[in-house]
C-alpha cells in the first residue's frame, strides 16, 4: 500500500493518518511505541550486563596467574624453537634435538630444568633448546642422562656448544635464582615482546 506505513514493533502496515510519530521511529499504537520502548530497554540492561561480565571474565583472567602463564609458556617456546630453527640455519646446519640427535621430528622447546621444579627458568633461553616431542621430552621426560640409544640432554650440550659453554650453561641452570613472581600484567606484556620477535623470525626463515 502506497499510502500505508509499517510499525517498528508489530511490523503490520497501517494507513498513514493512524501512525503516531516519535523520536524512536512510527508506531501503529501507544501500546506498540510503549512495548517497543519495553523491548529496547531489556536489551540495553542486558547488553550492559553482559558487557560487566565479559569485563570481569577479563579482568579475572587477567588476574589468574596460571592461565597467564600458560599463554606466555605456549608463546615463548613457539619463540624458542624458531630461534633454534634460525640457530641452525645460521650454520647451515639441520635441526637436531638435543637429546638424541635426530633430525626431522615433532619439535618442542624442551626445557632443561623442568617448569614444575623450576619455574624461575620457564621463560629463560638458557634452559630451554631444541628437542623431539614424542620420543625425548615426553616419552623420556627430556632424556636428560641419555640411554642406550641417545646421547641425552646434558652430552648434547657438549657436543652442541663444547666442554666450556656446556659447563657454564648447566651451572647457570643449577645454581640459585629467586622465584618468577610476575604479575597478569607483566606476563601480558611480556606475551607481547615474544610475539613480536616471533613475527620478525617468521619473516627470516
Not at 132 to 141: E, F, P, T
Not at 146 to 172: H, P, S, V
Amino acid at each position: 500500500m502506497a499510502s500505508a506505513i509499517k510499525c517498528k514493533e508489530c511490523k503490520e502496515y497501517y494507513p498513514k493518518v493512524s501512525i503516531i510519530t516519535s523520536n524512536f521511529g512510527k508506531f501503529c499504537s501507544n501500546d506498540c511505541m510503549v512495548e517497543w520502548q519495553t523491548q529496547k530497554a531489556l536489551k540495553n540492561l542486558n547488553k550492559a550486563k553482559e558487557d560487566k561480565f565479559k569485563e570481569r571474565k577479563k579482568k579475572f583472567k587477567l588476574n589468574d596467574k596460571t592461565h597467564q602463564e600458560n599463554l606466555t609458556q605456549g608463546v615463548f617456546n613457539k619463540l624458542r624453537r624458531l630461534e633454534e630453527f634460525k640457530w641452525f640455519k645460521d650454520r647451515g646446519l639441520e635441526p637436531e634435538c638435543i637429546s638424541c640427535g635426530k633430525k626431522n621430528m615433532d619439535w618442542c622447546c624442551g626445557h632443561f630444568k623442568t617448569v614444575g621444579a623450576h619455574s624461575e627458568l620457564r621463560f629463560d633461553k638458557i634452559n630451554t633448546y631444541l628437542q623431539c616431542n614424542r620420543y625425548c621430552n615426553k616419552g623420556l621426560s627430556g632424556n636428560i642422562n641419555g640411554n642406550k640409544t641417545t646421547r641425552g640432554y646434558l652430552q648434547g650440550l657438549t657436543d652442541r656448544f663444547g666442554d666450556d659453554k656446556a659447563k657454564e650453561i648447566i651451572d647457570y641452570c643449577e645454581s640459585y635464582k629467586p622465584p618468577l613472581n610476575l604479575t597478569g600484567e607483566e606476563l601480558k606484556r611480556l606475551r607481547s615482546e615474544f610475539s613480536k620477535r616471533i613475527r620478525e623470525l617468521e619473516k627470516q626463515l
